[in-house]
């Protein structure tokens, strides 16, 4: 454990009762000094109680008085044994109420385009049960033809670092089990050989089809078939001689 528990509000503590820098409190907290900056000035966590360091035994006051002393000192998180381990999520994520409307559309465009992912791993990153995702599967949802497709990292319901994490170890299960992943399959390319072999034989000439020179007519068989062309006047001169004689 690298922060302190309820870190905006321990911050929110240290300010009111410390003179400490912002700069030491944000370091402490694992915050932002601009973010420190505007829970003193109460444009961020307003309304957020003080969360005290010192009887949560993750401060003492003596390490307190070390960075007061030493505004260069970074304050130094008390090793509290009981929270070991509170930086892991346990059980299902929790979706806040204004958000759970959205819980079925960033469901279907999981489903939609990344099938990889098991209802387990769509069940951790959105926050929702097993059943819904299975009515959004197979499209037997009360509200599915209202529901359209929206990235649930648009929608703030998970990180997109997390959906990274899990895509990714789809695919690797997939690739141990011996079924390549959907990215494989789009992105299988055809080498430049195998490439030109089916050029080629898309281009060859078939065996049945007869050469050309079998269907040419030579001029000696046209010489032989053509039958003289007789025109009038040969008709009529033919006629006449034949009737002088």
């Known amino acids: 454990m690298t922060k302190p528990i309820m870190a905006k509000a321990t911050a929110v503590w240290l300010i009111d009762n410390t003179v400490l820098t912002f700069s030491q409190i944000a370091n402490f907290c694992g915050l932002h000094e601009l973010e420190v900056q505007g829970v003193a000035d109460g ?48 059980g299902p994520r929790y979706t806040p109420l204004s958000k759970r409307q959205d819980r079925p559309a960033s469901i279907l465009w999981l489903v939609k385009f990344h099938p990889e992912l098991t209802d ?28 359209q497709p929206i990235d649930p990292v648009a929608l703030g319901l998970c990180k997109q670092l997390e959906l990274d994490a899990a895509v990714q170890k789809a695919n690797a299960k997939k690739t141990l089990e011996g079924e390549p992943s959907s990215d494989d399959k789009s992105r299988k390319l055809v080498s430049t050989s195998q490439s030109l072999e089916v050029g080629m034989s ?21 010489q032989d078939t ?14 006449n001689s034949d009737e002088t004689d």
């Open 43 to 90: 444009d961020v966590a307003s309304g957020v109680k003080g969360f005290d360091p010192i009887t949560n035994n993750q401060l003492t006051q003596s390490e307190i008085d070390k960075g007061i002393n030493d505004k260069s000192y970074k304050l130094q998180l008390k090793y509290y044994a009981a929270a070991e381990g509170e930086e892991k999520r346990r």
């Open 202 to 222: 898309e281009t060859k000439k078939p065996e049945t089809v007869a050469t050309p020179d079998v269907f040419i007519v030579t001029e000696e068989s046209n």
């Open 120 to 147: 387990g791993q769509i069940s951790k990153l959105v926050g929702t049960t097993k059943p819904t995702i299975s009515a959004i599967r197979e499209r037997s949802h009360w509200n599915i033809q209202n529901i």
């Open 226 to 239: 053509e039958e003289p062309i007789m025109d009038a006047e040969s008709l009529f001169k033919t006629s």
